[in-house]
């Protein structure tokens, strides 16, 4: 089945402790993006990778590193938490440029990780 | 720079009555339109888009929505709800030109909340 997958789903930690969401997909998409879900805001975008060793920041990149070393796996990590940064995260993937419309927005997302700072 | 705006965060509704969930877009250049569905503790998925050709789209569920490039609009709609489509539902628009996920810009969400 293809499928992004986020772990963990729910996390509870506290200011300054280090955390990394792990994301994986298994459609061999190019291109994969964090998101930050927040009331009121919608979605705003972390980091994203175009392909594997190119990452790029988003809107909201600040307190959040990425890596890209290899094509399915996309990890987010948090160096020290606040507790700003208590929200629903959401890695989602994408075709790269390949093909008739190339990358046209359509993401595919996982199920999302739900993070609280103490 | 490209922005979204939904300009109700909340729509009530009771089961079989119709449904338009409006969104309006701001772009200085052509853009690809979407709507995704959040259902709730879940992900999102695509709805329907608007890549080209034929301003009206169908989509999954019995959604449909209306391009309309005079007024920047992107409304969804559905002649009759059923209690299952309660969801959070977002608007978003990518850059045509580029044609890249990177630049996908979501909306700040409408509830869609379904009562019998």
């Known amino acids: 089945e293809a499928q992004v997958t986020q772990n963990p789903r729910y996390l509870i930690t506290v200011t300054g402790k280090k955390l990394t969401v792990t994301c994986s997909q298994n459609?061999?998409?190019?291109?994969m993006s964090w998101y930050r879900q927040d009331p009121g805001l919608g979605l705003r975008q972390i980091y994203y990778s175009m392909n594997v060793e190119v990452t790029d920041k988003g809107d909201v990149p600040e307190g959040y590193k990425v890596s890209r070393k290899e094509k399915r796996n996309f990890p987010l990590i948090l160096e020290s938490p606040s507790p700003n940064q208590t929200s629903l995260y959401f890695c989602a993937s994408s075709l790269g440029s390949s093909g008739i419309w190339g990358n046209t927005g359509e993401l595919f997302f996982g199920e999302g990780s739900r993070l609280t700072v103490l | 720079a490209q922005s979204v705006t939904q300009l109700d965060s909340q729509v009530p509704v009771f089961e079989e009555a119709p449904v338009e969930l409006r969104c309006n877009y701001s772009?200085?250049?052509?853009?690809?339109l979407f709507w995704y569905v959040q259902y709730p503790n879940q992900g999102l998925q695509l709805l329907l888009k608007?890549?080209?050709?034929?301003?009206l789209v169908k989509g999954i569920n019995g959604f449909e929505a209306e391009f309309n490039k005079s007024q920047t609009s992107f409304h969804l709609r559905k002649p009759s709800v059923h209690i299952s489509d309660t969801a959070e539902y977002f608007c978003?628009?990518?850059?045509?030109?580029?044609?890249?996920?990177?630049?996908?810009?979501f909306g700040t969400g409408t509830r869609l909340q379904v009562t019998l």
């Open positions: 459609m061999n998409h190019e291109y």
């Open positions: 772009s200085s250049v052509s853009v690809y």
């Open positions: 978003a628009v990518s850059d045509r030109n580029t044609g890249t996920a990177s630049k996908l810009t």
């Open positions: 608007y890549l080209s050709g034929s301003t």
